[in-house]
C-alpha cells in the first residue's frame, strides 16, 4: 500500500478540525513531480547517448569528437539542473517548513487542552466525592485523547520523514538526514510531556482510586478539648482485604498518585489492547556491517520494550540485510532517532514501514503473513518449483522462466540454490493466484521445459513437501550415469556375460 493512501485512510478517521493540519503529503508530492523530479542529478543511463565502436581511423576521430560533444552535452544539463534546483528545492523545504510548523503548534495547543481537562478533574476529584465509575470514566476518556493526539503525531512525523526522502530520492541530494534532526529538536516530535502525562493516567487506571470527603474528630490529649478537621480519604483497590487508606487536608495541593505494585483483582482497570497504541513498524537495515547492524536493530527493540513479531537476514558477502518486524506500543519516537544515528554510525542504509496493528485487510495494502518472507497477498496458494539441468541453468533459461512467473502474475517468495559447483539446481518458493488456470500454466511450463532442456517439477507447498520422509526415484542413468549391474559385473570379471 503506498504511504499516500494510507495517510489518506488515517486522516478520515481523525475529527474534521484536526484534519486540516495533517502534513499535505499528497501535494507535497506532486510539487516534487512537478518541479524537481525533471531536475534530477542522477540522470539515469537510458538519457545518455551511446555511441557505437569506431572500425576505422575515421571513425575513432568522429566518435572522440562525438563523445567530447556529448560530455559537453551533459555538463550543460547537470548546470541546467542544478539551477532549476536552486530554487524548487528552497522553495519546497518552504512549504514543508509552513506544514511542519502548524503540525507543531497544533500538537502544543491540543497538548495545553489536555493538561487544563487533567486540572480540572484533579481540582474536581480533590472537593467532590467522585464514585469508581466516574474517576475511571474520567481517567479513561483523557488516556484516550493522549493516544489520539499521540497517533496524530506519529502519523505526521512519519509523512515528515517520507517526503523528505521521497525529495532527496528524486533530487538526487542528501539533505533529509539534516533535515530530520532539525525536526526532532521541535517539540511536537519529543511529545515528552504528553508521553510523562500518558504514563501518569496508566499508573492512575492501574488501580481504582475513591474519594470520600468525611470529618475526622480528634481528641487532644494535653487539652482534652475535642477537634473536627475536614479531610479527603483516597482508597485505592490494593487487593480483596487490604484496602489503602490516604488521608489529605483538603486545603493541601492536589497530589500526583503514583501506585506501588498491586495486586491482580477484579476491581484493578488497566487499558484493553484497543485502546494502547500499538503501531507495527516493519524496519529493515542495510550495510556492510552485519553482526553490528542486527546487534543495533535489536538494541534499539529492546530498549524501548517493543515486541518482536519476526526478523530475516540476507548477506551478499560483505554486505547484509536485517529487517525487523517489531510492535512499538508506545508510540515512543526516540527510536527512530537512535535507529538513524546507528545507521549513520554503520554507514547503512534505514528504512521503514508503518503497519496497521488494527486492520490486516489485504484491499488496503496492510495484510501482514505470518512470515517476513512470504508475499504480503492473502488467499493465494503456496507452491514450490524446482529446477534442473545437468548442464548447468542458463541465464537464457532462468530469464524465460521468470517472464513466465511474471505474465502468470506469480510471486517469488524465496529461492535457493541446491547444490555446489556450476549452477545446475534451484528451489522456487511461489505465492499463486487463485484465479491462475492451472492446467494452461503447466501446459506453458511443460514448453518452457523442452525448449531449454531443463527439468521444472511444480509441486504445492504443503506439509507433504515440508516435512520429507522418503525419497523414492530412479537410479541407474538418472542420479548417476552408470548401471549399476554392469559395474558389478565388472567388479566380478563377467562383464561380456552381463552386458
Not at 542529478?41 to 569528437?65: E, F, G, R, V
Not at 483523557?142 to 517520507?162: A, D, M, P, R
Not at 526532532?184 to 515528552?192: D, G, I, Q
Not at 520494550?305 to 526516540?334: G, P, S, W
Amino acid at each position: 500500500m503506498k504511504y499516500g493512501n494510507y495517510l489518506k485512510e488515517r486522516k478520515q478517521q481523525l475529527p474534521a478540525e484536526w484534519q486540516q493540519t495533517v502534513i499535505d503529503y499528497e501535494g507535497l508530492k506532486n510539487f516534487i513531480k512537478e518541479h524537481i523530479a525533471p531536475a534530477c542529478l542522477k540522470p539515469t543511463l537510458a538519457n545518455q547517448q551511446s555511441w557505437p565502436a569506431p572500425s576505422t581511423a575515421a571513425d575513432t576521430s568522429s566518435a572522440a569528437a562525438a563523445a567530447q560533444e556529448d560530455l559537453n552535452a551533459f555538463s550543460s544539463v547537470i548546470a541546467s539542473r542544478l539551477t532549476i534546483l536552486q530554487t524548487k528545492v528552497p522553495e519546497f523545504l518552504s512549504k514543508l517548513d509552513t506544514q511542519v510548523a502548524e503540525v507543531s503548534a497544533f500538537t502544543t495547543t491540543e497538548t495545553q487542552k489536555i493538561y487544563e481537562a487533567y486540572g480540572a478533574f484533579q481540582t474536581s476529584s480533590s472537593t467532590t466525592a467522585t464514585t469508581t465509575t466516574t474517576t475511571e470514566s474520567s481517567l479513561e476518556i483523557l488516556l484516550q485523547s493522549v493516544i489520539k493526539l499521540e497517533k496524530y503525531i506519529f502519523l505526521n512525523y512519519t509523512g515528515i520523514v517520507k517526503i523528505i526522502k521521497k525529495m532527496d530520492r528524486h533530487a538526487g541530494l542528501s539533505i533529509s538526514e539534516s533535515y530530520l534532526g532539525r525536526v526532532w529538536k521541535l517539540p511536537f516530535a519529543r511529545a515528552e510531556q504528553l508521553s510523562s502525562l500518558k504514563k501518569e493516567l496508566m499508573e492512575k487506571l492501574s488501580g481504582v482510586l475513591t474519594k470520600i470527603n468525611t470529618t475526622v474528630v480528634q481528641q487532644d490529649s494535653a487539652t482534652g478539648r475535642t477537634c473536627k478537621t475536614h479531610v479527603v480519604v483516597i482508597v485505592v483497590a490494593d487487593g480483596p482485604h487490604s484496602p489503602v487508606a490516604l488521608n489529605f487536608k483538603v486545603d493541601s495541593p492536589v497530589m500526583m498518585w503514583r501506585p506501588t505494585a498491586l495486586k491482580p483483582t477484579e476491581k484493578t482497570w488497566f487499558p484493553p489492547a484497543a485502546l494502547l497504541p500499538h503501531q507495527r513498524v516493519l524496519i529493515s537495515m542495510s550495510g556492510p556491517h552485519g553482526t553490528d547492524i542486527i546487534g543495533t536493530l535489536l538494541a534499539c527493540a529492546a530498549k524501548y520494550q517493543c515486541e518482536v513479531e519476526d526478523f530475516t537476514f540476507a548477506r551478499l558477502y560483505h554486505n547484509v540485510t536485517f529487517a525487523i518486524l517489531i510492535t512499538i506500543k508506545n508510540d515512543d519516537m526516540d527510536i527512530f532517532r537512535d535507529l538513524a544515528e546507528a545507521a549513520k554510525r554503520w554507514d547503512a542504509t534505514l528504512t521503514f514501514d508503518i503497519l496497521d496493528s488494527l486492520k490486516k485487510d489485504p484491499h488496503f495494502g496492510n495484510y501482514v503473513p505470518r512470515s517476513l518472507e512470504d508475499a504480503p497477498y492473502e488467499g493465494r496458494l503456496k507452491y514450490t518449483a524446482t529446477v534442473l539441468c545437468q548442464h548447468g541453468l542458463t541465464s537464457a533459461f532462468l530469464s524465460d522462466w521468470v517472464q513466465l512467473l511474471l505474465e502468470s502474475k506469480i510471486s517469488v517468495e524465496k529461492m535457493v540454490r541446491l547444490n555446489e559447483g556450476q549452477l545446475s539446481c534451484a528451489d522456487y518458493k511461489l505465492s499463486i493466484p487463485t484465479a491462475l488456470h492451472m492446467d494452461k500454466f503447466r501446459e506453458a511450463l511443460f514448453q518452457l521445459s523442452a525448449a531449454h532442456g531443463t527439468d521444472v517439477a511444480l509441486q504445492p507447498y504443503d506439509v507433504f513437501r515440508k516435512h520429507k520422509r522418503l525419497v523414492v526415484f530412479d537410479m541407474d542413468s538418472t542420479l548417476i550415469q552408470q548401471e549399476v549391474i554392469d559395474e558389478i559385473a565388472r567388479h566380478a570379471g563377467v562383464m561380456k556375460q552381463v552386458s
